[in-house]
């Protein structure tokens, strides 16, 4: 049998009937034939040879069943030892994660990244909560960015600096060291080398941007009285400790912020990206295969005890009623001497 045909060789199939010898039928111990051989120097011989004759004719079908199924059940278990031993050989040689450009669908299996040549799976084959997510914090992180663009410019603008005053564009162009100082702070996440470091680094700048909300909103709201007040002319054009305080706070939340929701769109789309590590779609299929071959082969392992001991019963049964004619043979012989 090739190896190709190990499978159907051991499915279900193709599995032996359940042998089951029962109670083993022992023939009548014939005195007379002992006893016409009582004086035979041969006589032992010939009961021997008698008992076993007599055995073979109640119990010699039953035991050539059994021999047949114990050496049935032989080379299926030489067999499936030979499936584990390939099975194993292509679990050991296949990864189990491996980068999504490099997976292979398991067989009868497709993926979304086989529509990519660079194994990239498009927006548009997201999870629709990952695309709501990613969509949302991007959106509010550019929002973020341009506010805080927006204020610097305006400050600048405002604090009534001749180079700013008499070319806007620089003013403009400073302003973009809020998007720039966001994005470092994201970049820097990826370039950290493991995944603790990685979740660290996350908490620390989740945490910032929290702390830095929460004084903006305190801040605020002390130094705004709300729409409900009275506008005090003594407080207008002044320049106190709290305006310059909400600044510093506001840019920072807003670089803090957007960086972090970066990071969320960043975590979201990664799992989706060619070079990202992703289980092996083959290795599931590999491992059931093998885990299904051990448990066939323990299968075939209880039968085969089980038929192997048959045997032995019978043969034990054969030699006992051998003994007993002999032993029959003997006390006729000692009688008669």
């Known amino acids: 049998m090739s190896e190709d045909n190990f499978e159907s060789y051991n499915s279900g199939s193709t599995k032996p009937p359940v042998l089951d010898i029962g109670n083993i039928n022992l023939p009548t111990i014939d005195q007379a034939f002992i006893g016409r051989h009582r004086n035979n120097p041969d006589g032992e011989q010939a009961v021997n040879d008698f008992a076993a004759a007599q055995w073979d004719a109640e119990n010699g079908d039953l035991r050539r069943q059994v021999q047949m199924a114990c050496n049935d059940i032989d080379e299926r278990v030489k067999h499936s030892s030979k499936i584990i031993s390939k099975a194993e050989k292509k679990l050991s040689g296949t990864e189990q994660f491996v980068r999504r450009a490099d997976a292979q669908p398991a067989e009868g299996e497709t993926s979304a990244a086989d529509t990519s040549p660079t194994g990239t799976i498009p927006f548009s084959q997201w999870d629709p909560i990952h695309q709501w997510t990613a969509g949302t914090a991007v959106g509010f992180s550019v929002i973020l960015q341009i506010m805080g663009m927006v204020s610097v410019s305006a400050i600048l603008l405002a604090s009534g600096t001749e180079p700013f ?84 706070v506001q840019l920072l939340a807003e670089i803090f912020t957007g960086a972090a929701l970066f990071m969320v769109a960043s975590n979201i789309a990664s799992p989706y990206a060619a070079d990202a590590y992703i289980e092996n779609p083959a290795w599931p299929h590999a491992k059931r295969a093998y885990n299904q071959a051990i448990k066939d082969h323990e299968v075939l392992m209880a039968e085969q005890k089980r038929l192997h001991g048959e045997r032995e019963k019978l043969l034990a049964s054969l030699e006992m009623y051998i003994a007993s004619c002999t032993a029959e043979w003997i006390s006729i012989r000692g009688t008669n001497a």
Request: hydrophobic share 50%; aromatic share 12%.
């Open 165 to 248: 005053i008499s070319q806007p564009w620089m003013a403009a162009v400073m302003s973009f060291i809020v998007p720039a100082a966001s994005l470092g702070i994201k970049f820097g996440y990826d370039l950290l080398p493991t995944d603790r470091a990685k979740s660290t680094y996350g908490l620390c700048v989740y945490s910032v941007a929290f702390v830095m909300l929460l004084i903006w909103v305190v801040t605020f709201a002390l130094s705004f009285d709300g729409l409900s007040s009275e506008i005090n002319i003594d407080d207008l054009g002044e320049s106190s400790a709290k305006g310059h305080l909400l600044t510093a």
